[in-house]
């Protein structure tokens, strides 16, 4: 039987965003509300090594820091939901939400951790070395590349500034590009030609990802030019797949102000949103870090100011 739960502050999602929003608002007695959602704990279950989340000595795996965080928001007091929330009606406080459970939520403020999905190319061999040579986050899996050779598939200001961050490690860095153009900006196509360690294959598209099998490691590329057609093969360490992000915000279609790419807009210095009472934190809006930790800086924001927005009303 459908159940209505009402919350001082409802979090939907459950990444780095949505558990430190849960921890600073339950540890401020609004006994909050977590909502899972479909990737229970965020972009960081499906990373390996997590080398650069401040507190650890040593690298640490990412489901077990997100299995960490939820305990620790459990802990201190957040319920927390196995549900994933299919409308939400804005319009007046309180805020009601309805789950794909037929439960409904009302809150008196909410938080929006949804994240970011990475697009991958979708081609099969692409999940079989996920992990295992191939990454969507070089500031994340970089450091690993140290003096190997890798591929940045993309061409937009993603690609680009993974390509020049990776130029860290790396001894070669290749942009795989489909078109003949970038449409990243120019300042930084300019440091990206003017990089020693940096290759472009223009017009081409990865037709296969190839490797070893148990333990599973990349070991090339298999290209296609898509102007002549040639297929050729190009040896590589790593794959950082650039091809953009998709904020998850369709839930929240036509309901808040998005930018032109989906992202939430919040106000500058701050995760509010166009609605008051409603806060944003965490990659949907943010497509500029979209790191765990800046994540989880905004959640901590988002409960502070849901809790400054309640002592309010
Ligand atoms: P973009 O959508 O800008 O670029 C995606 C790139 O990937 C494009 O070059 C596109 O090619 C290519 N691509 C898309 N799908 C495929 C595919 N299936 N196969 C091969 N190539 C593909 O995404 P970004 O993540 O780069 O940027 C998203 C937004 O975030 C932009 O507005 C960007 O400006 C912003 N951003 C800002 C930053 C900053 O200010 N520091 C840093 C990073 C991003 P094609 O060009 O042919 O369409």
Known sequence: MPATHHTKVLIIGSGAAGCTAAIYA?????????????????????TTDVENFPGFEHAVKGPWLMEQMEKQAANVGTK????????????????????????????????????????????????????????????????????????????????????????????????IHRRDSLRAEKIGQERLFKNPKVAVIW?????????????????????????????????????????????????????ITTDADGYIVTTAGSTKTNIAGVFAAGDVQDKIFRQAVTAAGTGCMAALEAERFLAGH
């Open 203 to 255: 017009d081409s598209a990865v037709e296969e990802f190839i490797g070893t099998e148990n333990p599973n490691s990349l070991t090339a590329v298999k290209l296609k030019n898509l102007k002549t057609g040639a297929i050729s093969e190009l040896k590589t360490d790593g794959a950082f797949v650039a091809i953009g992000h998709t904020p998850n915000t369709e839930l929240f279609k036509g309901t």
């Open 80 to 175: 927390i939901l196995h549900d994933t929330i299919m409308t939400v009606d804005f319009s007046k406080r309180p805020f009601t939400a309805v789950g794909e459970s037929g439960d409904t939520y009302t809150a008196d403020s909410l938080v929006i951790a949804t994240g970011a999905t990475a697009r991958w190319l979708g081609i099969p061999s692409e999940k079989k070395f996920a992990g295992f040579g191939i990454s969507a986050c070089a500031t994340c899996d970089g450091f690993f590349f140290k003096g190997k050779e890798v591929v940045v598939i993309g061409g937009g200001n993603s690609a680009v500034e993974e390509a020049l961050y990776l130029t860290n490690h790396a001894t070669k860095v290749t942009l």
């Open 26 to 46: 339950a540890r401020a007695s609004l006994n909050p509300i977590m909502v899972h959602g479909l990737q229970p704990g965020g972009q960081l279950t499906i």
